[in-house]
């Protein structure tokens, strides 16, 4: 006989084939859970491969994907066709007429150049606006600097200074 405490209980006597028949029992019903378990994820992973079955769950989504897998190379080799130069002779050609066509309706824009006194008024503005931001810049950055500084002052002299004070 074999003597076993149960659960911080009393003592109970059992004997060595009661105790393998209820270890028997525990492993009987690990083994139907695990069973229970493997079939379920089968189940789950059978539905999840089966592409019938998610084309007809996902129907709006697999046709927006198939459209943008479509549609983004076709309009990409558009958008290059578009950008590309075209060559040939024919193209010359209508690229001659397109220019003439455009001088003749505004022949006051053909070889116009600004007067002399918007280019100096312009080139006067673009220094002006330059030296004020460089200036506004040097500003903030000495506050900035005077600001971190007056925060720390064992930063403040040389370092013999600052060694004597200490």
Do not use: W, Y
């Not at 198939?66 to 040939?88: F, I, K, S």
């Not at 003749?104 to 931001?133: F, S």
């Amino acid at each position: 006989m074999k003597v076993t405490a149960i659960a911080n209980g009393p003592s109970l006597e059992i004997s060595p084939q009661e105790s393998v028949r209820h270890l028997n029992g525990e492993i009987a019903m690990l083994r139907e859970d695990l069973a229970r378990l493997v079939a379920e994820f089968d189940r789950r992973r059978h539905e999840a491969l089966d592409v019938k079955r998610q084309v007809k769950r996902h129907a709006l989504g697999v046709i927006l994907t198939g459209a943008a897998v479509v549609a983004a190379p076709v309009g990409l080799m558009l958008a290059t066709r578009r950008a590309r130069p075209q060559r040939g002779l024919l193209a010359k050609i209508r690229q001659v007429r397109d220019g003439l066509s455009r001088i003749v309706k505004r022949r006051e824009r053909v070889a116009a150049q600004p007067a002399v006194l918007t280019t100096i008024l312009t080139a006067a503005a673009n220094a002006a606006g330059a030296i004020v931001i460089k200036k506004m810049l040097e500003r903030s950055l000495e506050r900035a600097v005077n600001r971190s500084v007056s925060r720390r002052p064992f930063l403040v002299g040389t370092r013999d200074q600052r060694s004597d004070v200490a």
